[in-house]
């Protein structure tokens, strides 16, 4: 090869890396990364190809919620998360479930009945039976738990604790929630999902203590989502390594679930270019430390484009929290997510490096997973969930 053939297949490669997708990046660290989704905008043919392009993991942000999901005593709507399923499915993406126990988004037929404690607790075994059911061999990891704390580590008082609840008090309404989720999927990963828990305080300990609890008595829990509502002042990022590094430290996996960084936002919904640089950190930042743990598998945003995000709606006056603008250009952000994902620890090897040139060939991504820790590049859902299942137990 001549010189100047050389030097053009150098810049072929160096060009080919920087457009390569988000996915592919996730897919050689190991980890999935996931947006939220909903079903309305699949027809969107930017939507589409954007959340196919750039994510390897989709969750229904709001389509396999109680209420959306199941509006009458025995009337379920499958249509709307199906058509999510099958999406991901033809675009290779693993689908997270959320949520089957949490105190919102719940039917009128359930917040305005007036139930037993065991007709309630029938309720909530059957949702989760034919919910999971469904689902099962389709949806690899559910947030079965949503924000069951307060934020001083109490409990939340809600219909499935006391008010009136299913008959069980303190944290075994969560634990028979797990039970149940993991007799109608044995294979699927359960999680605990929660906000402002993610630095070591008050909510983080209580979900810490019980996590502690069930690992030691082989309740059916896999791992701790870290919802990560973030702005771009979120307290000591040391604290948040802390605190994944006690949950993986009990054999937990972490996922990082619902992240998004608001922004102030003037009335046409723009940010300054000062805060999108900032924003653009804390992206960086949260990959960075996601990177370091190998139980940390999973990172997802709320959404993709700040076309569609719950924060204006949520947070007046706030917006511009995702990765792609209203026109699905990258942002600052994904600039950001990439740098981090091409540059954390575990650094590419020099075999590796060598084999850039032929990276078309892949070379470099098979090298890349090599040097990864087994947890962290584990294929296959169903032997990785075996394997992590029979570590911690
Ligand atoms: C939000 C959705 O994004 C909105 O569309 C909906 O109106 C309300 O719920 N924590 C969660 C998510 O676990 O389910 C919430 O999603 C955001 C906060």
Request: proline share 5%.
């Amino acid at each position: 090869m001549s010189r100047s053939h050389a030097v053009i297949c150098f810049a072929v490669s160096v060009i080919a890396l920087a457009a390569q997708p988000l996915r592919q990046l996730t897919d050689q660290r190991g980890i999935k990364l996931g947006a939220a989704a909903d079903p309305s905008h699949l027809t969107e043919a930017a939507y589409a190809d954007t959340l196919a392009r750039e994510f390897s993991q989709l969750e229904p942000e709001n389509a396999m919620k109680f209420g959306p999901i199941h509006p009458g005593p025995s009337t379920y709507n499958f249509g709307q998360p199906d058509s999510l399923v099958s999406f991901a499915r033809q675009h290779n993406m693993a689908v997270r479930g959320h949520t089957l126990v949490w105190h919102n988004q719940l039917p009128s037929w359930v917040t305005s009945g007036t139930y037993s404690t065991t007709q309630l607790s029938g309720i909530l075994h059957d949702h989760i039976n034919a919910v999971v059911g469904h689902y099962a061999g389709q949806v690899y990891g559910w947030d079965v738990i949503n924000e069951a704390f307060n934020d001083d580590g109490t409990l939340r008082s809600t219909i499935w604790l006391d008010s009136p609840g299913i008959g069980l008090s303190g944290t075994a309404y969560m634990e028979q929630s797990l039970r149940w989720t993991h007799e109608a999927d044995p294979q699927a990963l359960l999680f605990y999902n929660d906000y402002s828990a993610e630095l070591v305080n008050s909510k983080s300990n209580a979900i810490y203590k019980m996590a502690q609890d069930f690992v030691s008595r082989g309740v059916p829990l896999n791992g701790i989502g870290m919802q990560m509502h973030f702005t771009t002042s979120n307290g000591s990022l040391a604290s948040i390594e802390s605190n994944i590094k006690r949950i993986t430290d009990l054999g937990l996996q972490v996922h990082i679930t619902e992240l998004d960084v608001r922004l102030p936002v003037d009335s046409s919904g723009n940010a300054t270019a000062a805060d999108l640089a900032a924003q653009a950190q804390v992206y960086r930042d949260v990959f960075a430390l996601c990177l370091k743990f190998p139980l940390c598998t999973s990172i997802q945003s709320w959404g993709f484009t700040d076309k569609y995000s719950w924060i204006p709606g949520a947070f007046p006056g706030r917006g511009a929290a995702l990765e792609f603008d209203t026109a699905y250009q990258p942002k600052p952000a994904y600039k950001s997510i990439q740098t981090a994902l091409q540059s954390s620890p575990p650094v590419i090897s020099a075999a590796a490096l060598t084999n850039a040139a032929s990276y078309a060939s892949g070379a470099v991504a098979r090298a890349f997973a090599q040097s990864l820790p087994e947890a962290a590049s584990c294929p296959a859902r169903a032997a990785c969930a075996q394997r992590w299942a029979g570590k911690k137990r």
